[in-house]
């Protein structure tokens, strides 16, 4: 597996872009420039700790923690669906309803992907495995969203 990693020079430039995006807002007096440096924070942080967990996922390839992985994202695509609700249903149907909609549609159609179509040894290697149902869940969120309005 080759390992990518980002230079000082890489991060640099995209903290100079989001710096060049503050002094733009500011000569436009968009007034975003205080919301600019926390979204660029929160999303370093964000990224850091996901990556964490992803090196550890890679490094440990077994069945149980890519379903764990698969499940925390399947919560958090259900309770996004569950947000973009203008009219809930009542009680817990609008999470139930979505996250079971999102998961025989994503889960299906990553397992035939995966097994059919890609064929990893074994076919949940999350390299594949994670990338693929983060892709078909945020394809899914906006179908399901959309349809249980």
Same mark, same amino acid.
């Given at each position: 597996?080759?390992?990518?990693?980002? /230079?000082?020079?890489?991060?640099?430039?995209?903290?100079?872009?989001?710096?060049?995006?503050?002094?733009? /807002?500011?000569?436009?007096?968009?007034?975003?420039?205080?919301?600019?440096?926390?979204?660029?924070?929160?999303?370093?942080?964000?990224?850091?700790?996901? *990556?964490?967990?992803?090196?550890?996922?890679?490094?440990?390839?077994?069945?149980?923690?890519?379903?764990?992985?698969?499940?925390?994202?399947?919560?958090?695509? *259900?309770?996004?669906?569950? *947000?973009?609700?203008?009219?809930?249903?009542? *009680?817990?149907?609008?999470?139930?309803?979505?996250?079971?909609?999102?998961?025989? =549609?994503?889960? =299906? +159609?990553?397992?035939?992907?995966?097994?059919?179509?890609?064929?990893?040894?074994?076919?949940?290697?999350?390299?594949?495995? +994670?990338?693929?149902?983060?892709?078909?869940?945020?394809?899914? +969120?906006?179908?399901?969203? +959309?349809?249980?309005?």
């Amino acid at each position: 597996m080759t390992i990518i990693s980002l /230079s000082p020079l890489d991060l640099s430039l995209a903290a100079l872009l989001v710096g060049v995006l503050a002094l733009i /807002s500011r000569s436009m007096r968009l007034k975003l420039e205080n919301q600019l440096v926390i979204a660029a924070v929160r999303m370093t942080v964000q990224l850091l700790i996901i *990556g964490v967990v992803l090196k550890a996922l890679f490094s440990h390839a077994h069945l149980g923690w890519v379903a764990l992985m698969a499940g925390v994202m399947l919560l958090a695509a *259900g309770w996004e669906v569950r *947000g973009r609700q203008k009219r809930r249903f009542a *009680g817990g149907w609008g999470f139930g309803l979505g996250t079971l909609s999102m998961f025989i =549609s994503s889960f =299906s +159609i990553t397992v035939i992907a995966l097994t059919v179509i890609i064929g990893p040894q074994p076919w949940y290697e999350p390299q594949y495995a +994670i990338p693929l149902m983060c892709m078909l869940l945020a394809n899914t +969120i906006n179908n399901i969203s +959309i349809a249980m309005e």
